[in-house]
């Protein structure tokens, strides 16, 4: 009896029925909503309610759709610009957390970090409180400085994790050998950085390209973006066209994970290669 | 062999204190010559990294100054400074081949390229890199990687080499022979080198001359032999190598030369030594010691009974450790010249040691 409970090896597990049935509701709970989505989104069905046959008009009409057109342009600007400007500063943030010694920073480091864990929902109302303050009237440009704010955290953890892993001796090194600090940083440190500055960056633009509720805060008249449009299209019906469209964010978005895994994991290879 | 008199490293009176309690380095001072190999040996928090890291730029002065080549540099960039360093972890930069890491000190300053190829293929001859010019450091030994931090500072042509515990990370075997290296390396293009060690014998080896720390402060500066055969101090002596200390119980003088008085021993002459210091120990290296079953018969030898306690065999030597009769504990090691010679010995039995008083080292503290 002991002997064999010693033999477990961690597949194993996947033998006993409570494990595997613990597997599957959780599988099928993630993923049978989504799978449905996409198969449906190839349904020839008006209500979307029973499945009539295999047809791609709902993505065409999806893609001769302006007004969805419009807010996948104006998700990607926004996603564009606060990837950009969130990741030199959340990078720049992480860089000074690792690198520095200053009073209060604890506390600071706390607070860098709460977006991260605070309710997206206090968070957008604060930005609306924020905005209305400072009388900057809601639309595009606020939807992209709330994507900034809440962005950075993400960027400057990523990187910090990053630099942890750093030998400070290599820039002692480089600078012994005569590099100025600028060269020291664009020839040694900023190579080093450069995995987890892709990751920070596909992290921050699918967090903005998918984000709804500070979007749906901080949006004014005409700056819809994608998330929302959908979400207005849902509130007349269900139609497959919302499938499609939302299929096509989901491959967007998957495609996107799945560069920044494969490039974190090569960079990974790359360094432990002996 | 240091080729001039010039000084090319001075230290003068270097305090270096973190935060208000703790001196790393504590009023050093220190004249380094050209061409020298130099060691700064030491237990490990004794400082001595600390004061290396200061002569290349990476710690700031509490007070003092240090001058390399007569020019005061305490408030000079490492950038600017006139020396290059071999970190303890190579610190070789992992995206860089190994001709890009040894021209990388090159390239910073803008030297034109055709100078950086020849000067980088001349670097890694020296250390005997060539082949390996196009290899990430991932695919290099430790050994590798540490000729890429050598040949990358000695590229630049520094008036000074710093190494810091250059050879700890390499195995035994490797580490010997990047000894003998080094010393080749350091004959051949005649650059100042100052290692920082807590290795004894990779100092007594290597340098020309050794400087023990203890505590920030440099207790002794000697060549190796003059540090393992005339140590100034106990710390000294029993950090470098094995030691016996004898308590000095009285201190005289008898014909005009020392006497003092052990108490194991009775008086012992101390002749052309300095009588006008107090001494309070006396010191005696281990392989001084004969050991013999009959009291030695010649005359002016010190001669003591004792048992055999321990007998400790490491190949080529044996380490004995004897106890008098009074209860002093002694340790003589001998050669095993014999191959069955060290089976001889049987704990418990009675044996003389023997030595020539001439062996003894006085010393104050």
């Known amino acids: 009896m002991s002997r064999r409970r010693l033999n477990v090896n961690p597949l194993d597990y996947s033998r006993k029925l409570w494990m595997r049935s613990a597997m599957g509701f959780t599988f099928f709970f993630l993923y049978f909503p989504i799978i449905s989505l996409i198969i449906f989104s190839f349904n020839d069905s008006k209500r979307n309610i029973t499945w009539q046959g295999f047809t791609l008009k709902y993505y065409e009409k999806a893609f001769n759709n302006n007004q969805l057109h419009e807010a996948f342009a104006n998700s990607l600007l926004i996603a564009g610009i606060s990837t950009l400007t969130a990741t030199v500063l959340g990078a720049m943030l992480g860089l000074a957390l690792y690198r520095f010694r200053f009073p209060m920073q604890g506390p600071y480091e706390g607070i860098v970090h709460l977006p991260i864990v605070i309710p997206e929902i206090c968070l957008a109302v604060a930005m609306v409180a924020f905005f209305a303050t400072v009388e900057v009237p809601l639309g595009l440009v606020t939807i992209t400085v709330s994507h900034i704010a809440f962005s950075i955290p993400f960027v400057a953890v990523v990187i910090r994790a990053r630099m942890a892993g750093f030998n400070r001796s290599l820039e002692e090194a480089s600078a012994d050998l005569g590099a100025s600090q600028w060269q020291t940083f664009w020839n040694v440190t900023f190579p080093y950085m450069k995995p987890g500055l892709v990751a920070g960056a596909l992290l921050a633009f699918t967090l903005s390209l998918d984000d709804f509720v500070i979007t749906f805060f901080t949006s004014g008249p005409g700056s819809t973006t994608f998330p929302i449009k959908i979400y207005s299209m849902v509130r007349f019906s269900v139609t497959p066209e919302v499938n499609a469209a939302s299929t096509v964010l989901i491959v967007i978005t998957l495609a996107l994970t799945t560069l920044a895994l494969w490039v974190q994991s090569k960079s990974q290879r790359n360094e432990s290669n002996a | ?365």
Not at chain 2, 192 to 202: A, G, L, R, S, W
Not at chain 2, 252 to 271: F, Q, R, S, Y
């Open chain 2, 1 to 365: 062999m240091p080729d001039t008199d010039k000084t090319i490293i001075s230290v003068q009176d270097v305090t270096k204190r973190f935060g208000s309690t703790v001196t790393a380095v504590d009023n050093v001072n220190l004249e380094i010559k050209e061409g020298e190999f130099f060691a700064l040996l030491g237990p490990s928090g004794c400082g001595k990294t600390t004061l290396l890291r200061m002569i290349a730029g990476f710690e700031t002065l509490t007070e003092g100054a240090i001058l390399i080549d007569g020019d005061d540099v305490s408030s000079v960039e490492p950038t600017h400074r006139p020396v290059n360093m071999v970190f303890q972890s190579y610190a070789v930069f992992p995206h860089m081949t190994v001709e890009e890491n040894v021209g990388y000190g090159l390239r910073v300053v803008g030297t034109p390229k055709a100078e950086i190829d020849s000067r980088v293929k001349e670097a890694i001859d020296l250390v005997r890199l060539s082949g390996l010019e196009q290899r990430k450091p991932n695919k290099l030994s430790g050994g590798q990687q540490q000729r890429v931090a050598l040949a990358r500072a000695l590229v630049k042509k520094p008036k000074v080499l710093l190494l810091d515990e250059p050879l700890s990370a390499l195995d035994a075997k490797l580490r010997e022979a990047m000894q003998l290296e080094l010393v080749r390396l350091q004959e051949n293009v005649g650059i100042t080198f100052i290692i920082v060690t807590h290795d004894q014998k990779e100092a007594l080896s290597m340098a020309n001359r050794i400087a023990v720390m203890g505590d920030g402060k440099i207790l002794q500066i000697a060549s190796p032999k003059t540090l393992y055969e005339y140590p100034s101090s106990s710390f000294v002596a029993d950090f470098i190598g094995q030691v016996n200390l004898f308590d000095v119980t009285e201190q005289g003088i008898a014909h005009g030369e020392l006497t003092l008085t052990v108490d194991e021993l009775g008086a012992v002459v101390l002749p052309g030594v300095d009588t006008s210091r107090t001494y309070h120990k006396l010191a005696l290296r281990p392989e001084k010691i004969g050991v013999a079953r009959d009291k030695p018969s010649e005359i002016g030898l010190v001669a003591i009974p004792a048992k055999l306690v321990e007998d400790s065999y490491i190949g080529d030597q044996s380490h004995l450790y004897f106890e008098t009769a009074g209860g002093k504990a002694l340790s003589a090691s001998v050669q095993n010249r014999d191959r069955d010679d060290h089976h001889l010995n049987k704990r418990g039995e009675k044996m003389w040691l023997y030595w020539h008083p001439a062996h003894f080292q006085p010393l104050s503290d």
